[in-house]
């Protein structure tokens, strides 16, 4: 046997995605405990954040640093040590990996190097906070944190004014006044509740409108996650929109049925659909 064969593997490595507490230790699987005592190494936002966790859990394991800045990098390295076969455990700080943190580069080149990826659920702010803000949740819209380029903000605020669903965000507390302070100007009345610092201590929930939040907090501490009940539409929305849906000779009829003359029709069609009137008289002539 060649010596280069001999250092092929048996098998590739497996890339687990592990989900770890987002404050309370006591939160975490048992499977996730199992596949971090089994892996190979750990791959860590922040080794020394991480080694808090496993000193805890009593796990002494070699860890690799993989974040944002190193990202590309890293994930060269860790496909290189899936491939020799070793196993790996990704972890972000807190919570989900990728959900708004670092690992989505690893697990597409690993997927594409045909690396088995698996998914051990656990804790995720966006969903613990959802699930006892009392807001919706049959539909809900994640946007993580909103960008900070001005223009990108600007259609992601526009986007959550419009938002028929509820919208999930991410904030830092430095950051939480300047956000309440533009949800307020297109959140109107709509319900807001803030999660803050949870399955910790503190653990909060406050409800109320962007602009009664802005005027309740004085000094926002720990981590937030924002929840926003969506835009209901009003009845007369409603009914434009199922108007619009229908022939322009099923709209025609509508309102004939409804006693108007056909100049006022004419009038009334051209302004649900949002076009100059000429263009529906044409039609009709
Ligand atoms: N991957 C994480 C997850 O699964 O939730 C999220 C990481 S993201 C970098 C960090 C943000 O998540 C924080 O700024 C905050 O908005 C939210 N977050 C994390 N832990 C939280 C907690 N205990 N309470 C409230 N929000 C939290």
């Not at 051990?120 to 006892?132: D, E």
């Given at each position: 046997m060649k010596s280069e064969e001999c250092k092929i593997p048996k098998t590739l490595g497996e890339l687990y995605i592990?989900?770890?507490?987002?404050?309370?230790?006591?939160?975490?699987?048992?499977?996730?405990?199992?596949?971090?005592q089994e892996v190979d190494i750990i791959a860590a936002e922040?080794?020394?954040?991480?080694?808090?966790?496993?000193?805890?859990l009593e796990i002494t394991k070699p860890m690799i640093s993989y974040h944002r800045h190193n990202e590309e990098v890293k994930t060269d390295e860790l496909i290189q040590k899936l491939l020799e076969g070793k196993n790996i455990a990704l972890v972000?700080?807190?919570?989900?990996?990728?959900?708004?943190?670092?690992?989505?580069?690893?697990?597409?080149?690993a997927l594409e190097s045909g690396i088995k990826v698996e998914?051990?659920?656990?804790?995720?702010?966006?969903?613990?906070?959802?699930?006892?803000s009392g807001i919706d949740a049959k539909e809900f819209t994640f946007l993580g944190f909103l960008p900070l380029n001005k223009k990108n903000r600007k259609e992601k605020l526009r986007q959550i004014e419009k938002q028929e669903t509820t919208t999930i965000l991410y904030e830092a507390p430095h950051k939480l006044m300047?956000?309440?302070e533009e949800l307020s100007k297109i959140t109107q009345n709509r319900k807001i509740v803030l999660a803050r610092e949870l399955t910790?201590?503190?653990?909060?929930?406050?409800?109320?409108?962007?602009?009664?939040l802005k005027n309740r907090i004085q000094e926002p501490k720990g981590e937030y996650?924002?929840?926003?009940?969506?835009?209901?539409?009003?009845?007369e929305q409603e009914q434009k929109e199922e108007l619009n849906n229908k022939t322009l000779e099923e709209h025609y009829r509508y309102y004939e049925q409804k006693?108007?003359?056909?100049?006022?029709?004419?009038?009334?069609?051209?302004?649900?659909?949002n076009v100059n009137k000429n263009q529906i008289y044409q039609k009709f002539i």
């Open positions: 592990v989900a770890t507490p987002i404050g309370n230790l006591e939160d975490i699987t048992l499977r996730a405990i199992r596949i971090l922040d080794t020394r954040h991480t080694l808090k966790l496993l000193n805890h972000s700080d807190a919570g989900t990996p990728i959900i708004s943190d670092p690992g989505g580069e690893v697990v597409k080149v998914p051990i659920p656990g804790p995720c702010a966006a969903i613990t906070a959802l699930i006892a300047q956000t309440l910790k201590i503190h653990e909060e929930y406050q409800t109320g409108t962007a602009q009664e996650v924002i929840i926003i009940e969506k835009n209901e539409k009003s009845e006693g108007l003359d056909k100049k006022e029709i004419i009038k009334q069609i051209a302004k649900d659909r």
